[in-house]
Every structure is written in C-alpha cells, then in structure tokens.
C-alpha cells in the first residue's frame, strides 16, 4: 500500500517512546532473524531504523562507520541511544559489556 505521507512523519508514526527504559522503540518491521528495525526508503529498498534515526537527527553517517546502541537494544532509534563507531568499535563494545556468544555460552557451561 503506497502512501503519500513524507517519511520523517512515517517514521515518527513508527516509535513508541518507552518511559521504562527511555528507550524510542521501533514499532514497524523488525527483522526477526536479528531484531533490528527497518524502514522502506524508496522502491524496494531498506534501511535500519537506527541508520535512518541517526541521518534524520544527526546528519551524514561517514563512509566506513556504523551505528551503534548505547543501550544494547537492536530496535532503539533514539539519537542519543546511538553513536558511531568501526566494526571493531562494535566488537569491543560486544566483548566489554559481556555480550559474545562464547561469553555466554561460557556462562551456561557454568
């Protein structure tokens, strides 16, 4: 279904602001192998809902870097949630806050 309205306002249509967390969280498609939020953009074409918060509210994300969660919550868009980093940025951030797979495996194990 096509629709006419401009895509901030879709957007901003698609976040629910939790009081709990303080989290904004994306209440549109949530891919379910990963949990992240997606936006149409364009004919056929998508984009993380955290990439799309991050140009909407922040400006140009530079060649290179991605967008990444402070709060650890894959469909979070707030800005200030977010912030940008390398892939190793990311998987330090992973490692630091006890995330890995084999972190938790290894807690399981235990």
Request: proline residues 6%; hydrophobic residues 35%.
């Amino acid at each position: 279904m096509a629709t006419n309205k401009p895509i901030t306002q879709r957007f901003e249509e698609k976040i629910y602001r939790c009081p709990m967390s303080g989290c904004w969280l994306w209440d549109g498609y949530v891919a379910p192998q990963n949990g992240y939020g997606l936006i149409a953009i364009g004919n056929r074409r998508m984009m993380r809902a955290h990439r799309f918060a991050w140009k909407l509210y922040r400006g140009p994300i530079p060649e290179g870097l991605w967008v990444l969660h402070r709060c650890d919550n894959p469909d979070c868009v707030r800005p200030d949630h977010l912030f940008l980093g390398t892939a190793k940025d990311n998987s330090q951030d992973m490692l630091r806050k006890g995330r890995s797979r084999n972190q938790f495996i290894g807690k399981l194990e235990r």
